[in-house]
């Protein structure tokens, strides 16, 4: 750590089914830390990407982490075979105190680079733009300081001014979900949540599949690769103007709609719909993505795509191709009914998931599985041990 400042590292990451390619956005500023403050140097999991920060002094590793994006799901499509296009990719960094050289890696599907860039982050840049807002924020739950604990940030999108009564309520419905599960409810003082209370133009969220476009903050839509359930947003940098001052580490949406449908994206947010009757256990799973790396469990038996290979192992936790079922969860083996079931990670031959039923599976599981619960506790204790 350097200084108490977030460096904010913006990109474009561009490409097709075959190829791809990351370019440099914008530098940006933000006055404090909220990230971790331990194990700087250390991935918790390998996942599509990774940045890594060093010294250009003496080269020490000053910050790592690991993440996914829309635009790797977006090259497994079929529009990507015939079409490039890019994505917004936003990053935040401890600000180093001197000349910091940044890589940023893509991985395919096997594991291997695809796509990298290195280039030199000097904190002294005057092309380093501040970024500040000012949101209307309400505290849900502070155990400690940000340097201390998790802090999650729950954001509004879709609701009006007149609305914003019930984002709140969505707001700490959405956290008591997630902290009724374990292991989120045994740490659960380790987390600070908040909502930051975004005034939409208009109610509700886009729907293209019924021809609904709204004006909203994050311009999130439905129909996500023309996936229907598939809610998302594309405008990562004005998420993250949007939260600029406000401390946080990890992001959950909520859209305003009583559609059925979510996404959660490893190291970038979650975003799920308030209004479905599902809401609750759909926020859990979506988190479980965004947060700990956690696979889905469930699978498509006429819908057989190669997600995964035989020649490796899949870096998310809680499914497998037995590829190296050592580095998973073969130390568990029959323990509260852990073993080995086909079908997972939408395949249904090939992967291989711990136990009959899961959060990560169904949105009637009791729960999150013994491997999923122990990848959690593990992921929370990355941040705070």
Request: glycine share 8%.
């Amino acid at each position: 750590m350097g200084q108490e400042r977030t460096l904010r590292l913006d990109y474009s990451f561009s490409g097709t089914s075959g190829s791809a390619s990351v370019a440099l956005d914008e530098l940006r500023c933000i006055d404090g830390w909220a990230g971790r403050r331990n194990n700087l140097q250390e991935f918790p999991l390998k996942g599509n990407g990774q940045l890594t920060m060093r010294s250009c002094a003496d080269g020490s590793i000053l910050y790592r982490l690991s993440f996914s994006t829309l635009f790797q799901e977006w090259q497994n499509t079929e529009e990507a075979g015939h079409v490039r296009r890019s994505f917004e990719n936003v990053f935040l960094v401890p600000m180093p105190a001197g000349k910091a050289e940044v890589c940023v890696e893509l991985f395919d599907p096997h594991g291997c680079t695809e796509a990298s860039l290195t280039h030199v982050v000097d904190p002294g840049d005057i092309l380093i733009r501040p970024a500040s807002s000012n949101p209307e924020v309400q505290d849900l739950m502070i155990s400690g300081p940000a340097d201390k604990c998790i802090d999650v940030v729950i954001v509004a999108e879709g609701y009006t001014e007149s609305e914003m009564g019930t984002f709140w309520k969505d707001a700490r419905k959405a956290m008591q979900s997630i902290l009724s599960h374990e292991p989120f409810k045994t740490y659960r003082k380790r987390f600070n949540f908040r909502a930051v209370g975004l005034r939409s133009a208009e109610s509700g969220v886009s729907i293209p599949a019924k021809g609904v476009w709204k004006d909203t903050p994050l311009h999130s839509h439905f129909s996500t690769f023309y996936s229907d359930r598939y809610l998302t947003t594309l405008n990562i940098k004005d998420l993250h103007d949007h939260l600029a001052g406000v401390p946080y580490e990890h992001i959950i949406i909520l859209a305003n709609t009583d559609n059925y449908g979510g996404g959660g994206i490893y190291n970038s947010y979650t975003l799920t719909t308030a209004h479905h009757r599902l809401f609750k256990p759909v926020v859990v799973h979506e988190f479980g993505h965004s947060f700990a790396g956690l696979a889905d469990e469930y699978y498509y038996d006429d819908q057989y795509s190669n997600y995964y290979f035989p020649d490796c192992e899949p870096w998310e936790p809680n499914i497998t191709t037995m590829y190296d079922f050592a580095s998973k969860w073969e130390d568990m083996l029959g323990v509260d009914g852990v073993s080995v079931l086909e079908g997972g990670g939408y395949m249904s031959k090939g992967v291989w998931r711990p136990c009959p039923d899961c959060r990560m599976k169904t949105n009637e599981a009791a729960g999150f599985c013994p491997v999923c619960r122990r990848a959690i506790e593990r992921m929370i204790r990355f941040y705070t041990d």
